[in-house]
Antibody, heavy 121, light 106 residues
């Protein structure tokens, strides 16, 4: 079955760190770019970060640049989001998504179920 | 940054109605536009890509059109399963979503 299983969310204090993971199955993981998208409670969708299929190119929203790091392990079919210096406004459900397309013209054709990150003291 | 603006924010409709949602980009994005459906507590689901291409498994009552800066998502005959929130997304330059359109029961 083609699926993404995201995990690693939880409650963290402001200034803390958290590492999200996404395990892919059912498709050739190394052929596709991957992304993270978040959704604050009651709000819309916000793109967070993307990584090319080989991992050599990474992209970040201005709101997380310098604090978050995306990485992938094609041998384990996983993608990670390391989140440091977390703030209250990072509180959201974080979705892992599989990208489809070429030359950075990627849309998201498969989504994980999401993992909730709560930043609060 | 490219901004995406959807209208309306909320839409009240009945089963069987024809529904149209508009999405405007702050600058031309060619046809690099996708539409997603999201139900409460669930992940988004891809409906349309490249402005007018139906994603696999999506019912044919959904259609998309437009290019440049103005796009529409049309549901030809609203079904009970279609009450949800819809998002447009540009992928011309990085990735930006519209604020969403909630389709509710009239």
């Amino acid at each position: 079955e083609v699926q993404l299983l995201d995990s690693g969310g939880g409650l963290v204090q402001p200034g803390g760190s958290l590492r999200l993971s996404c395990a892919a199955s059912g498709f050739t993981f190394s052929s596709y770019a991957m992304s993270w998208v978040r959704q604050a409670p009651g709000k819309g969708l916000e793109w967070v970060s993307s990584i090319s299929n080989g991992g050599g190119n990474t992209y970040y929203a201005d709101s997380v640049k310098g604090r978050f790091t995306i990485s992938r392990d094609n041998s384990k079919n996983t993608v990670h989001l390391q989140m440091n210096s977390l703030r209250a406004d990072d509180t959201a459900v974080y979705y892992c998504a599989k990208d489809r397309g070429d030359n950075l013209n990627w849309f998201f054709d498969l989504w994980g179920r999401g993992t909730l990150v709560t930043v609060s003291s | 940054d490219i901004q995406m603006t959807q209208s309306p924010s909320t839409l009240s409709a009945s089963v069987g109605d024809r529904v149209t949602i508009t999405c405007r980009a702050s600058q031309s994005i060619s046809s690099w536009l996708a539409w997603y459906q999201q139900k409460p507590g669930k992940a988004p689901n891809l409906l349309i890509y490249k402005a007018s291409n139906l994603a696999s498994g999506v019912p044919s009552r959904f259609s998309g059109s437009g290019s440049g800066t103005e796009f529409t998502l049309t549901i030809s005959s609203l079904q009970p399963d279609d009450f949800a929130t819809y998002y447009c997304q540009q992928y011309n330059t990085y990735w930006t979503f519209g604020q969403g359109t909630k389709v509710e029961i009239k």
